[in-house]
Nanobody, 118 residues
Framework: QVQLVESGGGLVQPGGSLRLSCAAS????????MGWYRQAPGKQRELVAT??????KYRESVKGRFTISRDNAEKKVYLQMNSLKPEDTAVYFC?????????????WGRGTQVTVSS
């Protein structure tokens, strides 16, 4: 029903910036939320940021450095990452949640690698 494709990952030096993009396609209900999660080797997948039609939320470690935004017309969500640190290295996954009549469905992209290293 819904497909998510991430792009924008790569290698960046500490202190650098990177912008991730996620394009959604398929049938998406109007009241939806999108977010970014990440998973580093040996660690659990963790929430990075989420965005609804009117609010955003970030994990504490990225506040002030990352900004999530979305383009409703193009059905895309972005994650602008500034002042990157080596500990930000992970596979970043795009996520979308939508639903109707009390049923919520989650969709995930395949992930894009972000590596912060000199």
């Amino acid at each position: 029903q819904v497909q998510l494709v991430e792009s924008g990952g790569g290698l960046v030096q500490p202190g650098g910036s990177l912008r991730l993009s996620c394009a959604a396609s398929g049938t998406i209900f109007s009241n939806y939320a999108m977010g970014w999660y990440r998973q580093a080797p040996g660690k659990q997948r963790e929430l990075v940021a989420t965005i609804t039609s009117g609010s955003t939320k970030y994990r504490e470690s990225v506040k002030g450095r990352f900004t999530i935004s979305r383009d409703n017309a193009e059905k895309k969500v972005y994650l602008q990452m500034n002042s990157l640190k080596p500990e930000d290295t992970a596979v970043y996954f795009c996520q979308l949640s939508h639903g109707t009549q009390g049923h919520v469905f989650d969709y995930w992209g395949r992930g894009t690698q972000v590596t912060v290293s000199s």
